[in-house]
């Protein structure tokens, strides 16, 4: 059974900093992308980042590009989220997900988290 375990969430002052993680177990292979999105209140999931199997496989929506960085600890089924310069529209709650492949649409990734909450105030 594939699970997917985000923690690392909770309230961060605008300017702050917090780190996500997510670790992974009972993947049917380790060479899985893995990605983070994030659903604001009222809004739909929007894509935040992916890193592929190889650290230099990296993708960042504009929105978080030069905030945020990904990594991932392969030894260890882990994947990170460092979140710099927070901004109270980066509240949501933060998804991690795996898949056969990079990319910036939810339907591609087969395996989701159930999501850990990170809260700026404004």
């Known amino acids: 059974q594939v699970q997917l375990a985000e923690s690392g969430g909770g309230l961060v002052q605008a300017g702050g900093s917090v780190r996500l993680s997510c670790a992974a177990s009972?993947?049917?292979?380790?060479?899985?992308?893995m990605a983070w999105f994030r659903q604001a209140p009222g809004k739909e999931r929007d894509f935040v980042g992916t890193i592929g199997w190889s650290e230099g496989d990296l993708y960042y929506a504009d929105s978080v590009r030069g905030r945020f960085t990904i990594t991932r600890e392969n030894a260890k089924d882990t994947v990170y989220l460092q979140m710099n310069s927070l901004k109270s529209e980066d509240t949501a709650i933060y998804y991690c997900?795996?898949?056969?492949?990079?990319?910036?649409?939810?339907?591609?990734?087969?395996?989701w988290g159930q999501g850990t909450q990170v809260t700026v105030p404004s």
């Open positions: 009972g993947l049917p292979h380790s060479s899985y992308a």
């Open positions: 997900a795996a898949g056969r492949y990079m990319s910036i649409l939810n339907d591609a990734y087969d395996y």
